[in-house]
Nanobody, 123 residues
Framework: QVQLVESGGGLVQAGGSLRLSCAFS????????MGWFRQAPGKERAFVAT????????FYADSVKGRFTIFRDNAKNTVLLQMNSLEPEDTAIYYC????????????????WGRGTQVTVSS
């Protein structure tokens, strides 16, 4: 059974950076595409970024394009989300998710989810 555990969240000032990490276990990491989603207070969970199984293809939500980078370390079974130029609007619980091979922007297409890590950006 695939398990995902996020870490790296915290409190940061606007304009700062954080790096989130998601540790993957219980399967062959290189067979899975990975995604990051977030849920802000009072809002539905939304897509942030996705990387396919090889890491060669990535796709981002417009709201984070140019500020966030998803990358994976297949040797360490880890996917990371580097978040720069953070804004208060980025405050949310961030979740990583996994699905076979191809990335997706649709959370319904992901089979496995972590429990999330809180990111709070102060103004």
């Amino acid at each position: 059974q695939v398990q995902l555990v996020e870490s790296g969240g915290g409190l940061v000032q606007a304009g700062g950076s954080l790096r989130l990490s998601c540790a993957f276990s219980g399967g062959t990491f290189s067979s899975y595409a990975m995604g990051w989603f977030r849920q802000a207070p009072g809002k539905e969970r939304a897509f942030v970024a996705t990387s396919n199984w090889s890491g060669m293809n990535a796709f981002y939500a417009d709201s984070v394009k140019g500020r966030f980078t998803i990358f994976r370390d297949n040797a360490k079974n880890t996917v990371l989300l580097q978040m720069n130029s953070l804004e208060p609007e980025d405050t949310a619980i961030y979740y990583c998710a996994a699905r076979r091979y191809s990335g997706s922007t649709y959370q319904s297409e992901y089979d496995y989810w972590g429990r999330g890590t809180q990111v709070t950006v102060s103004s």
